[in-house]
Every structure is written in C-alpha cells, then in structure tokens.
C-alpha cells in the first residue's frame, strides 16, 4: 500500500525538487523573446481519424471506450489541473467503401484495414452499417468537438471499375461515367450521417492520397491524376450545390507535401497548388462555390533530417503564400519508414522518444510550413507501428487499452491552441550555451497566450518570457515527458526562470495584460 502511495505521487513529487531547485536561481536563465505585434497565420483545428479501428472498438463496453474517447476529446480538468484529454478540435470520419462487408473476397487480407460503407451493394442504405465509428463522432460532438471531416480512400465499390476498394496496376478506379454517382452518393451519406446522428461533416475529402498506385490490397485506396480529381470535384461540387449540401470540398490529401509544390516523381499528380488554385490552369477549381480555399498534403517522408524538412516546408509555404487567401492543412501523419535513420516508423512506442520527434514534426509544419491545421492518422490502433495516440488490443469485442506520450505530446498543441488562435513570433534571445535548440511557438487568441516549448536536451533549463513590456499573469505550466503527462504546474518565480525539464515538451499558458 505505501509503495502504491508513493508510486502514485512521485510525477508530483519530481516536479517539486525541480521548481524548488529552479526558484533558488540558476546560473543562466534562457530569455524567449515573444512579439506580439508579429503574427502568423489562423489556427483552424488539430484533429485525428477513426480510421480504422474505431469500427471495432466503437462496439467495446462502454465503460472502456468512454474512457478512449475522454482521452480524445475531453476539455475537462483532473482534480490536481492536470487535462482529463486533448481536447481534439477535428474528427476524421472514414467513409469507406465496403470492403467490410465483401470480406475475404475484397483482396484486402488484413480485416483491420477493411472499412465499412452506408451503401449496400443493392443500393439501398444502412446508417447502421458503420455503427462503431458514429459512435466514436457522436461522442466527439457530446465532449464539444465542432469540426468533422469525412474523408474517403475509395469510392464504394458500387462504382468502382473492377468491383473492389483498391485500384489496379495503378490507374484510377473510378470512370468519369462514375463521377456524377459518387457525387450525389457523397450528398446522400452528408445528408443521412446528419439525421441519424445529429453530426455535420464541415468538410468532405474525396480523395486521399492520389500519387500512389493503391494495387496491392492493402488497403482501400483509388489514384487520381489532377485532371481527374478536378473533373471529380466539379462533380461533388454541383451534386452539393444541388442537394443544399454545405459542406465544403478539401483538396487534395496529397501522399508528400512535395507534390503540392513540384512534380517531382509523379508528372500530372504533382504541382497541385498551381493545377487547382491557378486560375489560368485547365484544372482549376479553387473558384468553385463548395471547394475549401485550402491545399492539404501529408507529412510522410519528408520529416528528417530537420535541414532538409525545413526547405521543404519554406518552398511550400512559398507556394501557398503566392495564392491569395490560400491556406496549408498537414492532414495526415504518423511515424513511418526510417526518417534518415533518426527513428524507425516500426513497433510501438510509447515513452518519450517518439512524442518528442513527433512533437518537433508539428513545430516545423506550424513555423515553417504555416500549417493552419494538423492531424494526425491513427487515433486508435491495434498495430505494432508508432501510428497511434491510443494502442488497443487487436479485439473486436473487448480488451485493454494504453496511452502513448505521443497522445499527450500532440495534446501539448492541441488542447491549448483552439480555433481561431493566430501563431506569434517567438525566439530566443542571444546565443545560448545548450545542446540542442530549444523549439518554440507561441499563439494568441483574445488575451490568451499559449507558448509551446520542445527541449530536447538530457539537462533542465529555466527560461524566462520576454513579452516586450507586455504583462503575462495566470502562468501555468502543463509538462510532457518521460515521467508526466501533460502534468499541470503554477509556476512559483514566473519573473525569474520558469523550468523546462529535459526531454520534455512544455506547454505555457497566460493571460496578456
């Protein structure tokens, strides 16, 4: 019973001999300069999808997935300040394409990356067909999540031109004859999802990912080119405007954010900033009345080493700077592949190591890139990849669940950055004898300010906040790191150092006066 005691306290207890060290001074203290007056760009939402497990998953006892699903959504505060959840912002629905229901004969082997579909091969509807994963988007809507997205990686197999939700030797699996059908199915599941579960999809992603081949069955999934994305949105886009439909169209999901900005390996799936939002381009579409003035791609693969992900992320942002009113969503990521050898996309992790890579991700897609939004792949999974928030035993019925530093790392941003928050100038002042560079953003929203620190050094550092004149008071400190969970802390001498524990992401909240 005492060790249990003791075990139970000792975050807290760490956390103590830290601040008490911090507060008798230290030898250098880091000033982080924060310029209110230099602003960024409008946070829309952090988000995550129910791909694919939450079909399972939404059927465990009820008990349990609550719990999941408080620790997704929930704003609400522990006893000792701490977050109950993050307090994601955005829901990714996966409207899937029957795979689910054709089984074994769907050539997709893996029963955990098959995905259900609202349309019946008859033609007829089942709003009862994806049951798990509307109650996982009722759920987000009752802990206050406002924004919902329903993405799809196939078109059901309905109009599919070889019958199954994968493509094949690499050619899109959808004919034009098609489009107008997938149009107006799309309409029909915004307008069914909304009466049988009271959730709007704000957004609607017809494709995902279209510079790959989607051939080997995998998964679901449908390649596209620009000219046939373009004529597919013109579809979607007059079947909504038809059916009153006011969900907005996100383009384009791409596989690397490379291809929104060059051709590189993939000519006519390439350069999709200028092909959709050019209006002297054949395949613009950024006029259209229900296309989100909006460009997103996915991180994947382009992450390490931090040179070269930075130059990435300046030509993009370059790019969507040179469309007016154009903004970058990062709508997809997880840890996969190699990363240059820095850490490897294989088995889970659950400790530190992957939270701050993940952690240093977003930085970069938030300060270079100029992401608006960010959301990650896997909100739930059951693989033994480091492409979960929350792990799960691979059981349809019941089993256990486990949280992931990566979770509490993404929560670091997401629970504190809402929407509508607009990114800041922060740096550090002068050189600074450490290690590592201390990764810094900070955001503002009214008189909220919300700065977010990454050290990924093995030493604690203090730091101070320079807000040029400008008073900070309500400090509070919300830690990530080997020991703590987002872990709330008030900070004792806020005028002097304000500490940083080693390998840790620190979130600092205040009120400008």
């Known amino acids: 019973m005492i060790n249990i005691t003791i075990k139970k306290y000792i975050p807290a207890i760490i956390l103590f001999i830290l601040y008490s060290g911090f507060a008798k001074g230290q030898d250098s203290v880091i000033s982080v300069n924060i310029d209110l007056t230099k602003t960024y760009q409008r946070i829309d939402n952090f988000g995550a999808s129910d791909?694919?497990?939450?079909?399972?998953?939404?059927?465990?006892?009820?008990?349990?997935?609550?719990?999941?699903?408080?620790?997704?959504?929930?704003?609400?505060?522990l006893a000792d300040g701490s977050p109950k959840g993050i307090a994601l912002s955005l829901w990714r629905f996966n409207i899937g394409a029957g795979s689910l229901a054709q089984a074994d004969k769907?050539?997709?082997?893996?029963?955990?990356?098959?995905?259900?579909?609202?349309?019946?091969?008859?033609?007829?509807?089942?709003?009862?067909n994806q049951a798990g994963q509307v109650w996982f988007l009722k759920a987000a809507k009752?802990?206050?999540?406002?924004?919902?997205?329903?993405?799809?990686?196939?078109?059901?197999?309905?109009?599919?031109?070889?019958?199954?939700?994968?493509?094949?030797?690499?050619?899109?699996?959808?004919?034009a004859a098609q489009y107008d059908a997938f149009a107006n199915y799309l309409s029909s599941v915004i307008k069914g999802v909304r009466k049988n579960s009271g959730v709007q999809f704000n957004y609607i992603?017809?494709?995902?990912?279209?510079?790959?081949?989607?051939?080997?069955?995998?998964?679901?999934?449908?390649p596209y080119t620009n000219a046939e994305i373009a004529g597919l949105v013109r579809s979607i886009d007059k079947s909504f405007i038809q059916n009153n439909v006011q969900s907005k169209i996100l383009v384009s999901e791409a596989g690397s954010i490379n291809y929104l900005f060059s051709a590189a390996d993939k000519p006519g799936k390439g350069n999709q900033i200028n092909d959709f939002f050019n209006?002297?381009?054949?395949?613009?579409?950024?006029?259209?009345?229900?296309?989100?003035?909006?460009?997103?791609?996915?991180?994947?693969?382009?992450?390490?080493?931090?040179?070269?992900?930075?130059?990435?992320?300046?030509?993009?942002?370059?790019?969507?700077?040179?469309?007016?009113?154009?903004?970058?969503w990062e709508s997809e990521y997880c840890i996969l592949g190699n990363n240059g050898g820095e850490i490897d996309g294989n088995k889970r992790d659950l400790g530190i190591d992957a939270a701050l890579y993940l952690a240093r991700v977003i930085h970069t897609d938030l300060t270079v890139a100029n992401a608006s939004a960010w959301q990650w792949w896997m909100a739930i999974s059951p693989f033994d990849y480091k492409d979960g928030l929350v792990y799960v035993d691979k059981n349809k019925t019941d089993g256990n669940y486990y949280t992931s530093k990566m979770l509490w790392a993404l929560g670091n941003y997401s629970r504190f950055i809402r929407p509508g928050a607009i990114r800041v100038d922060a740096n550090i002042a002068g050189e600074q004898v450490i290690k590592s560079p201390l990764l810094i953003s900070a955001f503002k929203e009214d008189k909220k300010l919300t700065v977010v620190i990454i050290n990924n050094n093995a030493e604690n550092i203090a730091i101070h906040l320079n807000t040029s004149g400008k008073r900070i008071t309500n400090l509070k400190v919300f830690i990530t790191s080997a020991s703590t969970d987002l872990h709330a802390e008030t900070p004792t001498d806020t005028e002097n150092a304000i500490p940083l524990i080693g390998r840790s992401i620190t979130t600092i909240t205040g009120i400008i006066q």
Do not use: M
């Not at 497990?53 to 997704?72: E, V």
């Not at 990686?153 to 030797?169: H, I, L």
């Open 51 to 77: 791909a694919w497990s939450c079909q399972f998953i939404g059927n465990w006892p009820k008990q349990k997935k609550n719990k999941i699903a408080d620790l997704l959504f929930s704003n609400d505060t």
């Open 205 to 222: 992603s017809p494709v995902n990912e279209p510079q790959w081949d989607w051939s080997d069955g995998g998964q679901e999934g449908c």
């Open 142 to 175: 009752e802990r206050g999540v406002k924004q919902f997205l329903g993405f799809v990686n196939s078109p059901p197999v309905n109009f599919t031109s070889n019958g199954k939700a994968y493509a094949t030797e690499g050619k899109t699996n959808l004919s």
């Open 106 to 128: 769907s050539g997709i082997k893996n029963e955990w990356r098959r995905a259900g579909s609202f349309l019946n091969i008859d033609g007829t509807y089942n709003w009862k």
């Open 279 to 328: 209006q002297t381009s054949p395949d613009y579409i950024g006029g259209l009345k229900n296309v989100a003035h909006v460009i997103a791609g996915h991180s994947y693969f382009t992450t390490s080493p931090i040179s070269s992900a930075i130059k990435l992320r300046q030509q993009l942002a370059q790019s969507v700077n040179d469309v007016a009113g154009l903004s970058f």
